[in-house]
């Protein structure tokens, strides 16, 4: 009976799980057969399922309309928002981990109170920033920004690894004669490995699927692919197959990066949960 009734709990546990994973596959399926279908079968109704696909959307996307342009202007805005977001990160997070007092106690709940701030409330006074220093539509304007609004995440991600590891450790390492930023450097960092690439990744998807920001800090120069495909399709459907064949661009680099990291990913967001 306790097999039987363990075969049958295991059963509705991967039923469930089945579930899940389909319910959350599906948008993503539905898109990427949207994007390899021709207009008239897109939005038929009911569904056509059996189709001849083309890929007549992605040349349009990548080759008439200068998509590759808005890709590289997304790499320069995520990869400089990612470096100076862990930089800056790391340093302020295993400060707060290693300070215990009133004043990091503050930092911290500005920092979230900041971070909870909706998008509309600071998009002014970033716009006028933009134009008294004549940085609008520039990727610099943009690392700035999404930093400045991504950086209390990082450092509260960052600040709950440190905790976790021993001060004997660098303590050590000063005893025998490194400095305490040789001890961060050479000790602390090597042991953040999963909790630098988990805040990374974090980091990188918040700054690489922002969409309001960029779209309303930057004209030409500097658009990233988000605003670039939300001007597809806005009256017409027959362009829709065309958001979808750019919205699945976006979507594989990510698919790709968490692939190649995965086992660093789990490591870290395990490790994370079990000092939480």
Not at 244 to 268: D, M
Request: aromatic share 14%; charged share 10%.
């Amino acid at each position: 009976m306790r097999q039987r009734h363990s075969l049958a709990g295991r059963i509705a546990i991967f039923l469930a799980m089945g579930f899940v994973v389909a319910i959350s596959v599906f948008p993503f399926a539905w898109t990427l057969l949207t994007s390899i279908k021709q207009p008239v079968d897109a939005f038929a109704t009911p569904p056509v399922w059996l189709f001849r696909p083309t890929f007549a959307h992605y040349v349009d996307l990548w080759v008439n309309r200068g998509f590759f342009a808005y890709f590289v202007n997304s790499v320069i805005v995520t990869a400089g928002t990612l470096v100076v977001s862990l930089s800056v990160g790391s340093l302020a997070g295993y400060a707060l981990a290693r300070y215990s007092g009133t004043l990091a106690f503050v930092l911290l709940v500005a920092a979230l109170l900041f971070r909870a701030l909706p998008r509309m409330a600071i998009l002014l006074p970033f716009y006028q920033f933009a134009r008294a220093t004549g940085l609008y539509d520039t990727h610099v304007l943009l690392i700035l920004v999404l930093v400045a609004v991504n950086q209390p995440f990082t450092i509260w991600m960052l600040r709950s690894f440190f905790i976790g590891i021993p001060r004997d450790l660098e303590e050590a390492a000063m005893v025998d004669g490194c400095t305490p930023l040789g001890a961060f450097w050479r000790v602390i960092v090597p042991l953040m490995g999963p909790g630098i690439v988990t805040a990374g990744l974090f980091t990188f998807l918040l700054a690489y699927n922002e969409f309001l920001l960029p779209l309303l800090l930057s004209a030409t120069r500097s658009e990233t692919m988000p605003v670039a495909i939300s001007q597809y399709g806005n009256d017409d459907i027959r362009f829709w197959s065309l958001s979808a064949a750019g919205a699945i661009s976006i979507t594989l680099p990510v698919v790709a990066l968490v692939l190649v990291f995965q086992r660093r990913l789990v490591a870290g967001l395990i490790q994370g949960a079990v000092k939480g």
